[in-house]
């Protein structure tokens, strides 16, 4: 297992003079932010760590293979997230897709979904096969595109598109 840094940062930081001489590799967006990925057994990594304990940044952990195939337990998660589940207003979507009777809105806890959620269109992601939406963390929306079975243990179902709330089986599905 490897620890990865993963910094973003205006592309006029002073930081990345640092990060340069230091040889960490930049990719220069151009949208102004640059980011780089620094694992803790990097070269550069005992100059580089001290910048970053007040600099926020992204840690994730990078398994090998042999790990992973290894590990009783794996996690999913999204790169990106498109869209909001309709509707949207005023958190509409909880009423109109969950029974919300042991619901409990300060921790979150106790929905049970008891309709398809409602996408507006079809995510402007076109690449991503595997996506989430804003506000809802513990759902994965999958292309019906997307190469291979979803695996074990997987609830599948259709979403609605909205505000016809009828469902679309054809572009994308559901999994939790």
């Not at 195939?69 to 794996?74: G, R, V």
Request: net charge negative; charged share 20%; hydrophobic share 40%.
């Amino acid at each position: 297992m490897k620890i990865n840094h993963r910094i973003a940062l205006k592309s006029d930081d002073h930081l990345w003079s640092v990060f340069e001489s230091a040889g960490v590799s930049i990719d220069r967006g151009s949208c102004g932010i640059w980011v780089a990925n620094l694992t803790e057994d990097d070269p550069a990594w005992p100059q580089i760590e001290p910048l970053l304990k007040d600099t926020p940044h992204f840690i994730t952990n990078i398994f090998t293979r042999h790990e992973l195939d290894a590990a009783e337990w794996l996690e999913m998660h999204a790169l990106g997230h498109h869209g909001y589940p309709q509707p949207e207003d005023d958190f509409g979507y909880f009423d109109a897709s969950y029974d919300l009777s042991n619901f409990c809105r300060i921790c979150g806890i106790g929905a049970v979904q008891n309709a398809p959620l409602r996408l507006r269109a079809e995510p402007k992601a076109p690449h991503s096969q595997f996506l989430q939406l804003n506000w809802v963390f513990d759902e994965f929306f999958i292309r019906n595109e997307a190469p291979g079975e979803m695996g074990p243990g997987l609830e599948c179902g259709n979403v609605a598109d909205f505000p016809l709330s009828r469902p679309d089986p054809g572009k994308v599905c559901w999994c939790s």
